[in-house]
């Protein structure tokens, strides 16, 4: 993806008058990161608005002890980095690189005298963080309400409805047990242990840091039936 078509695909780039968009497509830097490298750590200075032309990234919370959270995962054509963005604070959490990744990065300066000049904009980017609150509160809700089996068949439905290409089964996600376990924290064993139950079914195919889905209707049928 180039950054225009990610201008495009969005409400709130897509908004801009030509003049603005080629401004900041003109200014824009674009920057590539090699697997496990970080883009930012948490504390660091909110520089702008990132977007994933290639390869993807996941947004961490990170311990004192050493642990980590995944919070969320973000592929091609798709921004994070918008908190910071917006509140000009430290970077609320960790993102790094979780595959080669080309990433386009709008400075903040340009975008808040973007919207100084068109503040209309900011309609969508309160409903695009209402968003992202709403996935923190269901997350919440899935930790108190939700087994362990039922919270993962959950994520793993979630990760198949947000990959684009996943146009009809079998569908195979690029994800290994070890962060699947960090996305929900729980055990890598716990979910190793639950994906060849699976496995002996027939719902799911395991390999090195591939999953292959071949029922997704039994794992949505497990998240309705809990």
């Not at 917006?86 to 959490?93: E, Q, T």
């Not at 390999?207 to 292959?212: A, E, K, V, Y």
Request: proline share 4%; aromatic share 6%.
């Amino acid at each position: 993806m180039r950054p225009p078509d990610l201008f495009a695909r969005h409400p709130f780039f897509s908004a801009l008058t030509d003049e603005t968009a080629r401004e900041l497509l003109r200014r824009a830097a674009v920057k590539r990161f090699e697997a496990g490298e970080f883009v930012f750590r948490r504390g660091d200075p909110g520089d702008g608005l990132y977007g994933v032309l290639s390869g993807s990234v996941l947004i961490v919370a990170e311990s004192a002890e050493g642990r980590d959270l995944i919070i969320n995962r973000h592929g091609t054509g798709e921004i994070f980095g918008e908190l910071a963005l917006l509140d000009g604070k430290g970077r609320s959490a960790s993102a790094v690189a979780y595959e080669a990744s080309e990433l386009m990065l709008v400075s903040r300066d340009k975008l808040l005298a973007f919207l100084k000049l068109k503040p209309e904009a900011m309609i969508w980017i309160v409903g695009f963080v209402c968003g992202r609150l709403r996935r923190i509160t269901s997350v919440v809700e899935d930790a108190t309400f939700l087994d362990a089996p039922a919270r993962l068949a959950k994520l793993i439905v979630t990760l198949i409805d947000a990959d684009e290409s996943a146009c009809r089964p079998p569908v195979t996600l690029r994800i290994s047990q070890n962060d699947l376990a960090r996305m929900l924290g729980v055990s890598r064993e716990f979910v190793s242990k639950q994906l060849v139950a699976w496995r002996d079914v027939g719902i799911v195919e395991l390999g090195r840091r591939r999953l292959t889905v071949r029922n997704a209707r039994a794992l949505r049928k497990i998240v309705v039936t809990v």
